[in-house]
């Protein structure tokens, strides 16, 4: 069974959030109005080597707010131990699940995914304290929001990071890219 890749890719501000408390995305708009026409900023090409998506509930309703689903024919996993309503048009691609982050890798694995998306503050967060995140792809947004959804939590280890790469955006985005160092450092 050929092995399945887990990504980040996600917007922050400079102190670390991806959202306000309230969820508000405001300051996103507001820098993707900085952004010119045809720069995404790698997330089609990123979005294109990717077959699963695997998002929070937060997230999954968040995004069902904006009105027109962006995600087209790319299966979703949303994790909800409690449940989640997903609209009947969407569920041709949309299902959810409350298995733990391993166990759900190795039934996406079983499926035949190669590569998940991993995406939503406390499901990144879950997938990190278990090890299973191989890739963060962040997008450093030149704001502060002095408060607000980390991206990042507690942890009952420390995590390493090997730096891949930084890009610097001329209208002020710096994108960093870290593979994650499954073997920690001594
Ligand atoms: N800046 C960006 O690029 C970016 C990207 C993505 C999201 N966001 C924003 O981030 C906010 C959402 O983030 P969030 O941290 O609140 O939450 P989230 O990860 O989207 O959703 C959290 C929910 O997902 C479920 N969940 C998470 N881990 C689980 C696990 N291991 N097992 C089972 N269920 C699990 C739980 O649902 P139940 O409560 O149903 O059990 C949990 O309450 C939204 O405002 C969204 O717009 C921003």
């Not at 890719?9 to 820098?31: C, E, K, N, V, Y």
């Not at 069902?64 to 997903?86: E, H, K, N, T």
């Not at 166990?103 to 996406?108: G, Q, V």
């Not at 997008?139 to 939590?153: D, E, H, Q, R, W």
Request: aromatic share 10%.
């Amino acid at each position: 069974m050929s092995a399945i890749k887990t990504s980040v890719f996600i917007a922050t501000s400079l102190d670390g959030f991806i959202a306000r408390l309230d969820g508000g995305l405001d300051w996103l708009d507001a820098a993707n109005r900085l952004v010119p026409d045809g720069e995404d900023c790698g997330y089609r090409t990123f979005i294109d080597t990717v077959d699963v998506l695997v998002m929070g509930r937060h997230s999954f309703e968040k995004v069902l707010g904006f009105g027109a689903w962006p995600y087209g024919q790319l299966p979703v996993v949303v994790m909800s131990r409690g449940g989640v309503d997903i609209p009947g048009e969407l569920r041709p691609t949309v299902t959810s699940s409350s298995q733990a982050p391993g166990d759900l890798l190795a039934t996406l694995r079983n499926k035949g995914y190669r590569h998940a998306y991993i995406d939503g503050g406390l499901t990144i967060q879950s997938f990190l304290s278990a090890g299973l995140v191989d890739e963060i792809i962040m997008t450093l947004i030149p704001v502060l929001l002095g408060n607000g959804i980390s991206l990042f939590g507690e942890l009952q280890r420390d995590i390493w990071l090997e730096a891949v790469e930084t890009k610097r955006y001329p209208f002020g985005f710096n994108q960093l890219r870290y593979r994650v160092n499954k073997g920690g450092i001594d």
